[in-house]
Nanobody
Framework: QVQLVESGGGLVQAGGSLRLSCAAS????????LGWYRQAPGKQRELVAR???????DYADSVKGRFTIDRDNAKNTVYLQMNSLSHEDTAVYYC????????????WGRGTQVTVSS
């Protein structure tokens, strides 16, 4: 089992920055990726960014150059630095752990709201 707890969401003006944190506990050694997804009102949940233990990253095209994901393996924490935020970034952001093996394959945090004022 893996537990994920997000923090750092809030209200920010357009053009501003926000840094999200996700503290992971449990069977972290069995994770393939830690990452961030988001879901805006009326839209599907989508991958924002993910990172392996070794530091390999994937980003959604919509956030490349603006968002940066990083991971502190010693603290079992993953971060999402969000810069140049726009109203379109408004969503609930969820921390995600994808497991190497086993069931369930994915674990989720409860989410943290990010609201960007226009």
């Amino acid at each position: 089992q893996v537990q994920l707890v997000e923090s750092g969401g809030g209200l920010v003006q357009a053009g501003g920055s926000l840094r999200l944190s996700c503290a992971a506990s449990g069977r972290i050694f069995s994770t393939k990726y830690l990452g961030w997804y988001r879901q805006a009102p009326g839209k599907q949940r989508e991958l924002v960014a993910r990172i392996t233990r070794g530091g390999t990253t994937d980003y959604a095209d919509s956030v490349k150059g603006r968002f940066t994901i990083d991971r502190d393996n010693a603290k079992n924490t993953v971060y999402l630095q969000m810069n140049s935020l726009s109203h379109e970034d408004t969503a609930v952001y969820y921390c995600n752990a994808e497991m190497l093996v086993g069931s369930p394959r994915d674990y989720w945090g409860r989410g943290t709201q990010v609201t960007v004022s226009s």
